[in-house]
């Protein structure tokens, strides 16, 4: 015993307070719950103000960016891990949100308050049929899958020339003025990433993630897996439609350019920047990521050299993500201790 | 040959094994009996230097911490916080529990990816011997490794570990949910092992019944803590170790 007591290690203590505000006795002091409410309110606070704060209109439309791959990034996360289906879809979701609501908008004259709702939901019954054949497949296919339909419709698109073929569908009413734009869209991100966090605690969110742990057991207990990520296919399609229906109002145009791979790649690595599994993580990401992006344009090409780098350098010394790091540093304290 | 001091590890602040020391001499068969949880696999884990691994991957993942303390000493060398690819070149190797067996390639296969230390003759000999041991496994070759049956693919697992030339294997719950005559084929093939190659082992279960009539030294963990240590008649003396771990009354 002697000679171990030199030895240290380092102990992770949860915080007292996360303890006593876990309960309800967090609603009878000010501290207490003053220790829950200000991430929250930081970040909603944050969000709200992030359009007056910016410069120019230039960075205003960044925001606006940021908010729709903040929204894939949630739609990724939730996929997969909540469902444990690895989408690559962001692409196609983009693409047939955007696609529907510039139909509805130029051929039927619908304003973007219609388009944008009808486009989500018409977009995300779409995806999710389109997407039904390989759901109960388990493994890479679905990533796959999901991959190949925006590269196969940008090709029909272009080939049949249909949908305004490579020129795209221009004279897409916009907003009828910038704060409504701006303030949409991040109601939306707050609306939809307060709302995920709240499904996946529900009942259904059990059997998600227990769908990811392990689907024998699930169908064992006589749960239809394939129902349940259809479900949970239609929920994530539906917010990546709404952000391209969005897109096309910003944009005020449709084309082939909504169906490109960054809409894929791009919220997987805000996921991975975020910390993958928090859901707030993976919208901090894309408003890390794009922002940056928008930043090295003064470098021209070496652009996506610095960019694979910080992404490089996140991976390797941080590879747990931002949030998963910034929760344990908020809820937990650690001390030295003598064994 | 091995000697263990004053092991602990922690996962996060749980205390896994309590200042456990365990020793194994040149050419002796030494069981580790424990119920679930008193920490066999950590220890097995701890010896072959998985645990290392197992470290770094929560470590960067943002998991638990898992603190290793203590000292082992290997052929009169400090090895603590060796890698475990470098245990396993100096003889340390493990058999893990629930097999791990490479399920999508054959027998043959699985034999000659744990030879990958072995020099071409030094694998064929130990081919040969393993075929030898374990008759069964000539004749399933060619059979994919997770079409074997359980007790097929333990003596894969053992076969494999044998293949890359231990100097000391760790059978960590080799007669985990086995039938008692495979069970007794296993035990007889862990003796052999022992008396015809020269290897000291190290094997845990849960229950020591089956393995105790070829341990020479044992110890018993509870909770983390090695409550007791001795030869096998000394355990087999101690009426509350006999009930509980041995099933004799």
């Known amino acids: 015993m002697k000679e171990s007591s030199d030895q240290r290690r380092k102990e992770r203590l949860d915080r007292g307070i996360k303890v006593r505000s876990e309960g309800i006795y967090a609603l009878m002091s000010w501290r207490e719950l003053s220790y829950l409410f200000l991430p929250r309110v930081v970040l909603i606070g944050g969000l709200l103000i992030l359009p007056l704060a910016m410069p120019s209109m230039y960075w205003q439309r960044v925001i606006s960016i940021v908010c729709i791959y903040a929204l894939l990034a949630l739609s990724f996360d939730f996929l997969a891990h909540y469902v444990g289906l690895v989408s690559l879809g962001g692409a196609f979701f983009i693409g047939t949100g955007s696609y529907i609501a510039a139909i509805l908008n130029t051929s039927f004259g619908l304003p973007p308050i219609l388009t944008i709702p009808i486009a989500t939901l018409l977009g995300a019954v779409i995806c999710t049929v389109l997407l039904l054949p390989c759901l109960p497949l388990r493994g890479v296919y679905f990533a796959i899958v999901t991959l190949m339909y925006p590269l196969l419709l940008a090709r029909v698109i272009e080939a049949l020339d249909i949908l305004g073929g490579t020129d795209g569908i221009l004279g897409i009413e916009s907003f009828a003025n910038r704060w409504m734009e701006q303030y949409f869209i991040i109601l939306m991100v707050l609306f939809l990433l307060f709302g995920t966090r709240r499904l996946v605690n529900q009942d259904i969110g059990l059997v998600f993630r227990a769908v990811k742990d392990n689907d024998q057991s699930v169908r064992a207990s006589g749960i239809s897996v394939t129902y349940y990520k259809t479900i949970a296919v239609f929920i994530a399609s539906g917010i990546g439609c709404l952000a391209g229906a969005y897109l096309v109002h910003l944009y005020m145009w449709a084309g082939l350019s909504t169906l490109a791979l960054d809409f894929s790649i791009l919220p997987i690595a805000a996921t991975v920047i975020g910390g993958s599994g928090t859901l707030v993580g993976p919208v901090l990401g894309a408003f890390i990521l794009v922002p940056i992006s928008e930043l090295l344009r003064a470098f021209g090409t070496l652009r996506i050299v610095f960019y694979a780098l910080i992404l490089l350098g996140f991976i390797i010394f941080r590879s747990e993500g931002i949030m998963v790091y910034g929760q344990r540093k908020y809820h937990q304290f650690e001390k030295w201790i003598k064994v | ?249």
Not at chain 2, 193 to 208: F, H, K, L, P, W
């Open chain 2, 1 to 249: 040959m091995l000697e263990a001091r004053q092991l602990m590890v922690f996962y996060e602040n749980m205390l896994a094994l309590n200042n456990v020391s365990i020793r194994c001499e040149e050419n002796q068969i030494v069981g580790v009996f424990g119920a679930n949880s008193a920490g066999k696999s950590t220890l097995m884990y701890t010896l072959s230097g998985i645990m290392e691994d197992i470290r770094k991957k929560e470590e960067m993942a943002g998991g638990e911490r898992i603190s290793v303390l203590g000292d082992i000493t290997y052929l009169g060398e400090g090895i603590m916080g060796m890698k475990p690819s470098k245990r396993a070149k100096k003889g340390i190797v493990l058999c893990p529990e629930r097999r791990r067996i490479f399920k999508e390639c054959s027998v043959l296969e699985n034999l000659r990816i744990g030879g990958y230390l072995a020099t071409p003759a030094q694998a064929k000999d130990t081919l040969e011997y393993v075929f030898n041991v374990f008759p069964a496994l000539q004749k399933l070759q060619k059979r994919i490794g997770g079409f074997l049956s359980g007790g097929e693919q333990q003596m894969l697992a053992i076969g494999r570990a044998l293949m890359a030339q231990p100097k000391l294997l760790l059978l960590d719950e080799p007669l985990l949910g086995l039938s008692p005559l495979i069970q007794a084929v296993l035990v007889r093939a862990t003796r052999e092992i022992r008396d015809e190659m020269g290897i000291s082992i190290i094997v845990t279960e849960q229950y020591a019944r089956p393995v105790l009539p070829i341990v020479d030294y044992a110890f018993i963990l509870e909770n983390g803590t090695a409550v007791l240590e001795g030869t096998r008649d000394e355990l087999m003396d101690n009426p509350d170790i006999r009930s509980a771990y041995f099933g004799i009354k």
